[in-house]
């Protein structure tokens, strides 16, 4: 069902090719390679320490692979003039693990944060943009004042989706969107983003432990384990997959409840 | 549409229709990123437009288009009157999302205290101050005591510790002030006692300054710099992290484990520090008097016990014993004062470094008044 709504563009964003990571002896990622297609949402899944965060750190030139190329919008990160890392960190929105909301500043400025830096808008314009963005995310107005260490975990990743898409970004990085969240509120972030790529053509990269929101949004997934890319395609090929992992964690019987909406959902509307 | 920035750029058109009605045709790539450089330019263009009165916008050139783009547009049509509008209809929902945020009101922001509150508010919040400080001095106490009733089973690990960051760590920049400090002042000094031909008194003035006064405050001063910062800004990331809680809800008192040990660790460190200090202060006084005047640093050593009075040094080391617990303590106070959030870090780590040191030379100026008639006596 995600498939119609990526209007024919298959140009990567994302471009992986032959990542090694190492930290001193112990060897995280051995030869990755992945790409992220333009307007497609990507679930990148693997254990627990499986290196799901550092790749996308990675991905978000945080970190340089011991190896290997990152290209995001074409641009190699580790390899790039900063005037080009500017420019494409500009074009992206992130959502970090733990939300990393800025705990001097109030809900609303830490959204404004992003759009005060363009130095461009005006006041009045700043507000209606935070407004929607925090509508967006399911946020009354209300809270819009308090300051982060007085807001519940749920609230602080939502608000750090908000953040994440206060620049309209063509790409966005999420690290465990719905962790924390009630199962209506996962809900209201499954139908978010499907909205969002609607309207704004993005692309995300989400990684997720999350078998609902994943078979829900994502078009392609990548499974990380034993420090290589065990299988990259749309679910239902990746879950047919012969490998210990595989199986525990799709066709668990968690896995089995999220897929079997999945097949409902396909009797009803065929891909 | 592929979701790279297009480049075709925003533009706006005026014209007038078959009916002869005013009509803006809006057309290109309304995505922020696009506007942001010529943003200035183009809001003025739109306020123009806005203000020339009614018209019909045509907003079906639009290429592509995020919410800042829309709610620019949707401000420019607003101001000019809800006027017709004509939009593609795979743009109406983010007009529709900026429609309904404007919908919601902000609370508004905190209000500002009324100037004649000021000193109040004020009042209270030293009072606050003291509140919390007499507090903690009861409770540290009380954990003194308690180690002291049980000593096998106090602190001690914590207690080392802290004794060694905050004073064997120490050892090499209190060195290096003192011994600067030496030199210089007992290079001025020699060079006025020449002149009257009082050379020997060398030996009195610098062991009694610096044992009496310039030894303890150089080395709290540093202390308060150097150590107290660093309890303040533990404990603080430890409360941003919610370190404290999880000690807590474990059972594990904060007091005893983590304020306990440093007001003890700088009780005995900071008096071992100024008797440091104080050697080495004088070492580089003897070595610029005998530069200077010719004296031989035996004779000064052999002189000293006699010219200045032990009670000097006791005096000196109880201080250190006051200001290691004052600068502890006030460390401990601030720390535990502070907010979740990175601002109040910063402000209590400075707040406490302040307030040591002022403390310190405060306290000092006490002691010197109430201990005027020891060990001056010639
Ligand atoms: N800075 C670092 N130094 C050393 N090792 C690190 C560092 N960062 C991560 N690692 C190691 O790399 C591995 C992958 O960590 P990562 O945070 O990417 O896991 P993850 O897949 O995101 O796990 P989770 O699902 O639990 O969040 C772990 O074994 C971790 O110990
Ligand atoms: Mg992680």
Known sequence: ?271 | MSGAVPAAAPSLSESTDQRGRRLVQVEGCWKLQRLAPELQHIDERLGRIARGGEARWDLQGIEAIDHAGAALLRRAWLQAGSPEVLTRPEHEPLFRRIEAARASPLPSARKRLPPWLVPGVWVLHVLGHLHGFVVLVGLVAMDIARALARPWKAPWREISANLYRTGAQALAITALVGFLIGVVLSFLSSNQLKLFGADLFIVNILGVSIIRELGPVLAAILVAGRSGSSMTAQLGVMRVTQELDAMSVMGIPQMYRLVMPKVVALAIGLPLLILWTDAVALLGGMVAAQAELGLSMLFFIDTLPAVVPIANLYLGIGKGVVFGVLIALLACHYGLRIRPNTESLGAGTTSSVVTAITMVILVDAVFAVLFRDVGLGF
């Open chain 1, 1 to 271: 069902m995600a498939a119609d709504t990526n209007p024919g563009g298959t140009d990567p964003v994302v471009e992986i090719t032959g990542l090694w990571t190492c930290f001193g002896q112990t060897i995280v990622h051995a030869g990755i390679d992945l790409d992220v297609r333009r307007g497609e949402v990507m679930g990148l899944v693997g254990g627990s320490g499986s290196g799901k965060t550092t790749l996308l750190r990675q991905m978000l030139a945080l970190e340089r692979p011991h190896r290997g190329s990152v290209k995001v919008f074409g641009v190699d990160l580790h390899g790039c003039a900063r005037a080009e890392l500017e420019a494409v960190r500009s074009r992206w929105g992130v959502l970090f693990q733990n939300g990393a909301l800025f705990s001097a500043l109030s809900v609303y400025d830490n959204i404004a944060l992003p759009l005060r830096e363009l130095r461009a808008l005006d006041e009045a314009l700043i507000h209606d943009l935070v407004l929607s963005k925090l509508q967006m995310v399911g946020i009354e107005a209300q809270h819009a004042r308090k300051m982060p260490s007085q807001l519940s975990g749920g609230m602080i990743k939502r608000i750090g989706l908000a953040r994440a898409l206060a620049l309209d970004p063509e790409l966005l990085f999420l690290d465990e969107p719905t962790a924390g969240l009630d199962p209506d509120r996962s809900e209201s972030f499954v139908k978010l983003i499907q909205e969002l790529r609607e309207e704004l053509h993005l692309s995300v990269v989400m990684v997720t432990h999350d078998l609902d929101t994943l078979v829900a949004l994502a078009d392609r997934v990548a499974v990380l384990c034993e420090h290589r890319l065990l299988a990259v395609g749309p679910i239902r090929e990746v879950t047919m997959l012969e490998h210990a992992f595989v199986r525990n964690f799709f066709r668990g019987e968690r896995g089995l409840r999220a897929l079997e909406v999945l097949e409902d959902m396909q009797r009803l509307m065929p891909i």
